[in-house]
């Protein structure tokens, strides 16, 4: 193995642990998001369960990503642009979700009906 195919593989391994890194801390700061923001979203009677159905889907996704090493063997480029994707959808539908800032938090589900038809 020449010098210059070690360097590579040595400098692939540190890029890939700074990157793993960097997506394990977006991994942790969205899943703060669920428990920071999704209250706010979800009228007063039935907050525990909108927070637990998210917490569960977090869950969920928190036990499949592990096994997003096994799709390397497909395709090494695969859950880079699955992560991508998804992200890039989640950016895109949360301009979708309303502002709560200045508002009073709905209290029933027909409060919250009439919170949404006054802001759009």
Same mark, same amino acid.
């Given at each position: 193995m +020449?010098?210059? +195919?070690?360097?590579?593989?040595?400098?692939s391994g540190t890029a890939n642990r700074i990157l793993s890194l960097i997506g394990r801390g977006a991994i942790t700061a969205s899943f703060n998001g669920i428990f920071l923001y999704t209250p706010e979203l979800f009228p007063t009677n039935i907050r525990n369960a909108g927070i637990g159905i998210a917490s569960g889907f977090g869950r969920f996704a928190g036990m499949l990503a592990p096994f997003s090493v096994y799709l390397v063997d497909l395709a090494q480029w695969a859950p880079g642009v699955l992560f991508g994707v998804m992200c890039f959808i989640i950016a895109i539908l949360l301009r979708f979700v309303p502002e709560t800032k200045g508002k009073e938090l709905a209290q029933t589900v027909e409060e919250l009906k009439q919170w949404e038809n006054k802001t759009i």
């Amino acid at each position: 193995m +020449s010098k210059l +195919s070690v360097l590579h593989l040595r400098d692939s391994g540190t890029a890939n642990r700074i990157l793993s890194l960097i997506g394990r801390g977006a991994i942790t700061a969205s899943f703060n998001g669920i428990f920071l923001y999704t209250p706010e979203l979800f009228p007063t009677n039935i907050r525990n369960a909108g927070i637990g159905i998210a917490s569960g889907f977090g869950r969920f996704a928190g036990m499949l990503a592990p096994f997003s090493v096994y799709l390397v063997d497909l395709a090494q480029w695969a859950p880079g642009v699955l992560f991508g994707v998804m992200c890039f959808i989640i950016a895109i539908l949360l301009r979708f979700v309303p502002e709560t800032k200045g508002k009073e938090l709905a209290q029933t589900v027909e409060e919250l009906k009439q919170w949404e038809n006054k802001t759009i």
